[in-house]
Nanobody
Framework: QVQLQESGPGLVKPSQTLSLTCTVS??????????WSWIRQPPGKGLEWMGA???????YYKPSLKSRISISRVTSKNQFTLQLTSVTPEDTAVYYC???????????????WGQGTQVTVSS
């Protein structure tokens, strides 16, 4: 069964770049026809789909984040990554990676999810 694991720093300073990696096992990130997404959940709020990279390598981003977000992949390591620049305390959240055949994932009932990792933006 496919497994996803988020990793990266748990604390980032304002104005810096948030960088996370999702390591996938039990399935290839290049296999038709899956999409690989980053989703976050700020404290006390709902899930926010941030963006995704398709099995083809095409990327899709939430418009409000488009100027700051970049999703890429390292196929040799079966990993995909998230970079979010110019972070503020509003970016504090639990960050998840997930896989589904649908490009937008906004429910835990959709697809397969990692366990999530807490990222705090603070000086």
């Amino acid at each position: 069964q496919v497994q996803l694991q988020e990793s990266g720093p748990g604390l980032v300073k304002p104005s810096q770049t948030l960088s996370l990696t999702c390591t996938v096992s039990g399935g290839s990130i290049t296999t038709d026809s899956y999409y690989w997404s980053w989703i976050r959940q700020p404290p006390g709020k709902g899930l926010e789909w941030m963006g995704a990279i398709a099995y083809s390598g095409n990327t899709y981003y939430k418009p409000s984040l488009k100027s700051r977000i970049s999703i890429s992949r390292v196929t040799s390591k079966n990993q995909f990554t998230l970079q979010l620049t110019s972070v503020t305390p509003e970016d504090t959240a639990v960050y998840y990676c997930a896989r589904d055949r649908r490009v937008i994932i906004n429910s835990f009932q959709d697809g397969s999810w990692g366990q999530g990792t807490q990222v705090t933006v603070s000086s």
